[in-house]
């Protein structure tokens, strides 16, 4: 018997390269997901190389704007953010997540923090996009054997 495929939020600092990144990836696998920052400038577009990026992967960003954790109105299956750090400050803000808050890599069975591009260069951005891919593909790999 298959269940519905769980709506995912991600969540990195400034909603304009790794979260929406993750996003955009997730979604090209046929995952439900959406994106957010604990300390985003709402309304800010995607940063360019992560648009470019993602197309590797069939992925899109340039319709993205950023998004700050507190103008999530959903209420995802999961939260997974990029850092241990910011996991906990999800955690501190909506409590009522708690249960559904992990970091991206343990979630996906490789821990580790997810590093910022954020003022790198193009092959910075794409060594991150690389690893979100590899993260996600595991991730989908997990929740399909859990839905089937």
Known sequence: MSKEVPEILFVC????C?????EALW???GGRGASAGVSAWSGQPAAEF????VTRYGGRLDSHRARDLDEIRDD???VLTMTESQR????????DWNDRTFCLGDFAGEPGDIQDPA???RETYQAVADRLHALLARLKERLDTKLE
């Open 13 to 16: 600092t400034g909603n304009t």
């Open 18 to 22: 790794r979260s929406p990144m993750a």
């Open 27 to 29: 979604k090209a696998m």
């Open 50 to 53: 992560a648009q470019l990026v």
């Open 76 to 78: 995802p299956d999961f």
């Open 88 to 95: 906990l400050q999800v955690m501190e803000r909506r409590p």
């Open 119 to 121: 003022g790198h260069d």
